[in-house]
């Protein structure tokens, strides 16, 4: 079942566990510490796990069933993958991948489903009752449940194409997205043949990397319909776009998806998945860096920035009461708000909801010595038996552990219930909290501020994009995350237009940042479309400083540097300051017009306006046109298009002829020429001709400056005074080889 959320568009990937707590400690809190001397196996499974495993286990035993359902307890999730042979999805640390150890676990019935060198990882199926066997292998580091995803939450056209003016840019540049290929990471691609047989969407090519291979499942196992409204949107912003998507379930096989959008030659890919305790929230987790790893690949990567600026909570941690069996056991409780001494955190989770709770603290990954754990209380007492726990998550940290916690609770009554909230610290020194709640709403002590978790916090180039109503696209939507990261990074860098309208059932009005990232590649898609040699860096930077600013200073980490402009970052691309330089028989005979626009970016470009050279005395005139270089790329064709003319009279004599400057063939091929020859050609007087030239650099030219040259010859001495000549239409950019 999907978690319900009233801001359920942005999709979040939970990172280590499904599944609620441990089995708990009837003796009191102090117990740990001899669980911890005694199990040292047992350290190595996951509460959560843990709790999985006492209550299947449970199930088989009468006396048990009535000790669980007493204490109305369920630690188990619907989205813990148990089938009925009783095996069991879950991730294996190990100390490293090596082929003996692989071949030792499959003798226990270890089936691998994705392998992770890097990382030491391995997501396997494995029967239940074989996980403590596991354990006790002495290169097993760590079990828990895989990272799963569930969603946050043509004939008909997005309202945000006109809001980001990308309507505007197809018409003023004639772009619709051709030549360039978009892939979309979400949540399930249902619904896609009816959006085809409407129109709203063309092929589009898709890959499952789910264990099951659906490609139509969500991450709960319902229908999986988010993706399918994103390449709406896109397709909406750029039709002529190549579509591709891909879907799955945990963080390995996202990161294959991402791996795959790659190999399939994507210029832009865009997700809506945010990541809990994958790593710190400063871009360095192993999900993040696959992210920038596209970006450093020459791929434009867009993520949405998530929907948790109301479901955050961050303060650095304050002792509160002693809870330990003795005073100087030093096991306090945090207090959440100084000013009125709260201990709790109040929630409410509705009938049938799940809720999740993640914490994580600011200590290294995988050298945590602080142990702080987390406990779901049925009363507004700091009563910790069994009996009033919800749920609890008590991993060990003990100087080898992640700083992370996660409990998730479902409530099957008809009711909805009160919980709450508290985190203990064991001994602990000091440190900044991190917690998102997921699954419910709550008013106190929310903390808008660095709401941003893992995958959304990428850097190196990786644009994170926020949500604005299309409408009154002035106006942040109270969901939308805010920054800074956690290393102090503005994020997001953009935003978009949500509230807009799909095709699809389930999103017939799309909301959540989820819907704005997809206007954005959309837009990335056109531009690229215009110039193929844009880098993710320059296409990012001509989106942010053409962006309508929103809020001060610009940027800042509530919008970034604002809302995208399509039109704006197109015009960019189409101004420029042309280099050039004449000399002749009489230069003082000839005044030289301005030309607007600034052009010193290595970007293609479009003359807004023609150089004018006006004849003031009776001389004729030779020279050059040196036009803009853009740095030059192997396996890509450039092509310059310009105009020239006069204005004389067809009676003059004759006034202006171009001729190809052999400079262009220095260090270049020509691939082509259409209109004019490396020679002479002459307009007719009082006319205009339109030229076309093609290069294709070779390989000892590559990152060197392409500027197309053209010789002019001015008019002839008997034209009259005040004939003007001019240069126009001057267009420099790079294409894809045919």
Known sequence: MRIQNPYSMMTVLFLVIFGVGSVGYSEGLANKWQEQSSSPSRQKISSSLESILAFVQAQKDPAQRALWAKNALVPTTRLAKIDKNETICVCLR???????????????????QLRDDAQGLLQVRMPLNAIETIAALPYVVRIALPDMLIGFTGSVTTQGDATVQADQLRAALGVNGSGVKVGVLADGIAHYAESQATGDLPTVTYNSFRADGRSDLGFDGAGGYEGTAMLEIIHDIAPGAALYFANFETTQEFICAKQWMAAMGC??????????????YDGTSPVSLSSKALVDQGIAYFTAVGNLAQSHYQAFYVRGTNVGVVPQDNIRTHVFHTGSNDEMFRISIAPDDEVAIFLQWSDRFGLSANDYDLFLLKSPTLDFSEGNRFASS???????????????????????????????????????????????????????????????????????????????????????????????????????????????????????????????????ALLLSWNAGLTPQELGTVLETHAVALGLPVPNNTFGYGRADALAAGQNLTQGYFHYSFDGDDPQGWTYGSVPGVFDAPTSGVMNGALYLTKTTPASCFGYWLGPGIPVEAGKLYEATFTIGSDASPGDAPGLRCRLNTNNTQGFAVFGISSIAPGDDSP??????????????PPTVVGEGFRPVVDLFGFDPGNPVGRNLFIDDVTIRARPLP
């Not at 100390?95 to 089936?111: P, T």
Request: aromatic share 10%; glycine share 10%.
């Open 94 to 112: 190990l100390q490293a991948c090596r082929n003996d150890f692989l071949e030792e676990l499959k003798s226990y019935g270890v089936q691998v």
């Open 267 to 280: 210029h832009v890919v865009v997700d809506d998945i945010g990541v809990f305790n994958n790593g710190p």
């Open 394 to 524: 008590e991993d060990i940290q003990g100087g080898l552990g992640d700083p992370i916690e996660r409990i998730n609770y479902w409530n099957q009554s008809s009711s909805t219930i009160s919980a709450y909230i508290v985190i203990v610290g064991f001994n602990t020194a000091i440190r900044e909290l991190d917690m998102f709640i997921y699954g419910t709403s709550w008013q106190e002590y929310i903390t808008e501020e660095s709401s941003v978790v893992n995958n959304n916090d990428a850097g190196g180039g990786v644009i994170s994009v926020g949500a604005v109503q299309w409408s009154t696209p002035f106006s942040i939507r109270s969901y939308s995350s805010r920054g800074p990261t956690n290393d102090g990074r503005i994020k997001p860098e953009l935003v978009g237009p949500d509230g807009v309208s799909t095709s699809v059932p389930q999103y017939l009005t799309f909301s959540g940042s989820s819907a704005s990232v997809a206007h954005i590649a959309g837009v990335a």
């Open 684 to 697: 007719s007087s009082g006319a205009s001709k339109s030229y076309t030239l093609y290069y294709v650099p």
